[in-house]
C-alpha cells in the first residue's frame, strides 16, 4: 500500500485539536458521547482513525467530520472546506 502525505487538511485538523489542548483518546471519548447521542456509531472516532486523518491524509466520512466539528466547536461546513468542498 502506497503511504500517503499529510494534507493541508491534516494539519488543520491537528493543529485545530492542539489548539483545545485535546489528545486522540479525549477527541475519542468525545466522540462516543455524540454518537451516544444520534444513536449512531458512525460518529465515533477511534484514536487510531484520527491519527490516519492527522498524519496519512485519510480523508474522514461525513459522520465523522460531524464528530469532529461538534467535539472542536466549528461548523461542519469548515471542515469539508478544507478538503476542498466549497462552502455555499
Known amino acids: 500500500m502506497a503511504k500517503r ?3 493541508q487538511a491534516s494539519i488543520k485538523l491537528r493543529a485545530i485539536r492542539q489548539k483545545y489542548g485535546l489528545t486522540l483518546r479525549e477527541v475519542q471519548s468525545r466522540s462516543l458521547g455524540v454518537a451516544k447521542d444520534l444513536k449512531r456509531h458512525e460518529f465515533v472516532v477511534p484514536s487510531s482513525r484520527l491519527h490516519d ?3 496519512r ?3 474522514p466520512s461525513i459522520f465523522r467530520i ?3 466539528a461538534r467535539v ?3 461548523r461542519v461546513s469548515t471542515i469539508m472546506s478544507w478538503y476542498g468542498v466549497p462552502k455555499r
Open 72 to 74: 472542536y466547536h466549528c
Open 53 to 55: 486523518f492527522e498524519m
Open 57 to 59: 491524509g485519510v480523508v
Open 66 to 68: 460531524y464528530s469532529l
Open 5 to 7: 502525505k499529510r494534507t
